[in-house]
């Protein structure tokens, strides 16, 4: 059979598919239920009223609706684009779709997919706030980049912000992770992010439940969050208000028997109102990698060797600095400091420190934030 024969063998079998989920009445639940009853989509569609309402949730409405169903031009053109783009469809009985996800009681039919799934089952999801402080990216990246040295993907919504510095991170540490839009993959939101969303289907796969041309409406955002709890052994909030959309996705998270992770901040910091929160109610306070390893029973053996490294990667730092370099570096965190408190921590000329604070920008060890301030940068 060759490639083309392939490729129309492929939508073909999925077309049941996506008819299945346009029956009104059939939402994920029905769905999952179906499936395991009856195996398949083909096999729900040749079953007889007895049979169906066997299956808890189906009434005399939705047999009428699934044994009446035809199949839409709009499907048929949905199916031809996702392959005119190269783009993969993940059902629940394909062995690549999310382990984890598939336990949910509400799990996506299907996935679409830019890029791979395949060795992405060690997962641990990463959010928090679109409006993140320096500290908050800053952690996040590094946090993200350790995970991803450890051979953990790392998932997340690929919001501005926190998510974005959780998959940064996880690109940094050369290892995988997914994205989990709440629109279709048609529609790269933000829009900003389209580089980031190539880098992270060349190295994972960003994946949506939307039809392609789906607009990233707020009520999708909800939706999507049970989708990256759900794929992840525990999800990790850094950065959350208190009615942050993050602390939705850790709520989730418990509800499907999840861990749930915080990385605490600074007690001045609206921003950190939700993660205390969270810590207060029993999450995991996490501070390194291995904290979230520790809880979940797994790489336990590995902290020595990530000490290792980040205390070669900090001395590789230090050894390229001059002696005034070294002394502003350790002066410096990352939290953001007003350059007039740096120049009484190091007790230098403003004009002298500013110049190496530069010189350090450019060398990307250093950030400068909005009105002078100063802090270390993900490295």
Same mark, same amino acid.
């Given at each position: 059979?060759d490639?083309?024969?392939?490729?129309?063998?492929?939508? +073909?079998?999925?077309?049941p598919?996506?008819?299945? /989920?346009?029956?009104?009445? &059939?939402?994920?639940?029905?769905?999952?239920?179906?499936?395991?009853?009856? /195996?398949s989509p083909?096999?729900?569609?040749?079953a007889?009223?007895?049979?169906?309402?066997q299956?808890?949730?189906?009434t005399?409405?939705?047999?009428?609706?699934?044994?009446?169903? /035809?199949?839409?031009d709009?499907?048929?053109?949905? #199916?031809?684009?996702?392959?005119? /783009?190269?783009?993969?469809?993940?059902? !629940?009985?394909?062995?690549?779709?999310?382990?984890?996800?598939r336990?949910?009681?509400?799990?996506?039919p299907?996935?679409?997919?830019?890029g791979?799934l395949d060795?992405?089952?060690?997962?641990? *999801? =990463? =959010?928090?706030?679109?409006? *993140?402080?320096t500290?908050?990216?800053t952690?996040?990246?590094?946090?993200?980049?350790d995970?991803?040295r !450890?051979?953990?993907?790392?998932?997340?919504?690929?919001?501005?912000?926190?998510?974005?510095?959780a998959?940064?991170?996880?690109?940094?540490? $050369?290892? $995988?992770?997914?994205?989990?839009?709440?629109?279709g993959?048609?529609? &790269?939101?933000?829009?900003?992010?389209?580089n980031?969303?190539?880098?992270?289907?060349?190295n994972?796969?960003?994946?949506?439940?939307? *039809?392609?041309?789906t607009?990233p409406?707020?009520?999708?955002f909800?939706i999507?969050?049970?989708?990256? @709890?759900?794929m992840?052994?525990?999800?990790?909030? &850094?950065e959350?208000?208190?009615?942050?959309?993050?602390?939705?996705?850790?709520?989730?998270?418990a509800e499907?028997?999840r861990?749930?992770?915080?990385?605490p901040?600074?007690v001045?910091?609206?921003?950190s109102?939700?993660?205390?929160?969270?810590?207060?109610?029993?999450?995991?306070? &996490?501070?390194?990698?291995?904290?979230i390893?520790?809880?979940?029973g797994a790489a336990i053996?590995?902290?020595?060797?990530?000490?290792? +490294? %980040?205390?070669?990667?900090? +001395?590789?730092?230090?050894?390229?600095?001059?002696?005034?370099?070294?002394?502003?570096? %350790?002066?410096?965190?990352?939290?953001?400091?007003?350059?007039?408190?740096?120049?009484r921590?190091?007790?230098?000329?403003?004009?002298? #420190?500013? @110049?190496? #604070?530069?010189? #350090?920008?450019?060398?990307?060890?250093?950030?400068?934030s909005?009105g $002078? !301030?100063f802090?270390i940068?993900?490295?």
């Amino acid at each position: 059979m060759d490639g083309a024969s392939d490729e129309l063998s492929i939508m +073909k079998h999925l077309l049941p598919w996506f008819c299945l /989920k346009s029956v009104p009445g &059939v939402g994920n639940h029905l769905f999952k239920r179906l499936i395991h009853h009856f /195996k398949s989509p083909e096999q729900v569609f040749n079953a007889t009223q007895k049979d169906l309402l066997q299956v808890e949730g189906v009434t005399t409405r939705v047999v009428a609706a699934i044994q009446n169903h /035809k199949i839409s031009d709009d499907l048929q053109k949905e #199916l031809d684009q996702i392959s005119q /783009k190269g783009f993969q469809i993940v059902t !629940l009985l394909d062995p690549n779709y999310p382990a984890l996800l598939r336990e949910i009681p509400d799990p996506p039919p299907f996935l679409y997919v830019y890029g791979n799934l395949d060795g992405t089952a060690n997962n641990i *999801a =990463v =959010v928090g706030s679109r409006h *993140a402080t320096t500290y908050g990216l800053t952690t996040t990246r590094n946090l993200c980049a350790d995970l991803a040295r !450890l051979g953990v993907t790392v998932v997340s919504g690929m919001a501005r912000g926190i998510d974005t510095a959780a998959h940064e991170g996880a690109l940094m540490g $050369k290892g $995988k992770t997914i994205a989990v839009l709440g629109s279709g993959l048609d529609r &790269v939101y933000p829009s900003d992010n389209e580089n980031i969303y190539h880098r992270i289907s060349a190295n994972g796969a960003v994946v949506s439940e939307f *039809a392609l041309k789906t607009e990233p409406e707020a009520h999708n955002f909800p939706i999507r969050n049970r989708v990256i @709890s759900g794929m992840a052994l525990g999800t990790v909030v &850094v950065e959350a208000s208190k009615k942050s959309g993050s602390l939705i996705t850790a709520r989730l998270a418990a509800e499907q028997n999840r861990e749930v992770f915080a990385v605490p901040g600074s007690v001045q910091s609206f921003k950190s109102i939700g993660t205390h929160t969270l810590i207060k109610q029993g999450a995991k306070l &996490v501070e390194h990698a291995q904290d979230i390893l520790e809880e979940l029973g797994a790489a336990i053996a590995v902290q020595d060797t990530m000490n290792h +490294k %980040e205390h070669d990667q900090t +001395k590789e730092i230090l050894a390229s600095l001059s002696p005034d370099e070294v002394l502003v570096y %350790e002066t410096l965190g990352p939290y953001p400091e007003h350059i007039d408190d740096l120049v009484r921590k190091t007790s230098m000329d403003p004009g002298k #420190l500013s @110049s190496i #604070l530069l010189k #350090l920008e450019l060398k990307g060890i250093v950030q400068q934030s909005p009105g $002078k !301030l100063f802090s270390i940068y993900a490295i």
